[in-house]
């Protein structure tokens, strides 16, 4: 069995009126919305396990340059929030696989933080 797409959406940020749930089924009603989405990782160790919890952190970023390749929507942005010691020592490979850096970041919590700040005020 192929699972495709990211194994979840760990975050989803957006205006109180609108939910995950209606975005995902009827994008035509986000109406230009600022719409954030992420991805969450701690990973401490590398290792079997570990090791894949990295390639579900690629597998994120390709489903969020897939959907920004196939949609015209300016204000939907993807974050991936990876923290912990063997995050830290990925994170040059991590960046590597991002295309498409206006709408796509990974970072360290208080990375991930800053930017999606920078993001508002650039809106």
Not at 18 to 46: C, D, H, P, R, W
Not at 49 to 65: G, M, P, R, T, V
Not at 66 to 88: E, L, P, R, T
Request: net charge positive.
């Amino acid at each position: 069995k192929t699972k495709n797409g990211p194994k979840s959406i760990d975050l989803f940020v957006s205006r109180d009126e609108i939910e995950s749930n209606k975005f995902f089924n009827n994008q035509a009603t986000n109406n230009n919305e600022l719409i954030i989405m992420g991805y969450q990782k701690v990973i401490m160790v590398s290792g079997g396990h570990q090791d894949n919890q990295l390639k579900d952190i690629y597998s994120f970023i390709n489903a969020a340059e897939k959907y920004k390749n196939n949609n015209n929507d300016n204000k939907v942005f993807f974050i991936v929030q990876a923290d912990g010691h063997y995050c830290k020592n990925k994170m040059n490979n991590i960046h590597s696989e991002i295309k498409n850096k206006r709408f796509v970041f990974a970072g360290s919590t208080l990375e991930v933080i800053k930017w999606i700040k920078d993001v508002k005020e650039k809106l």
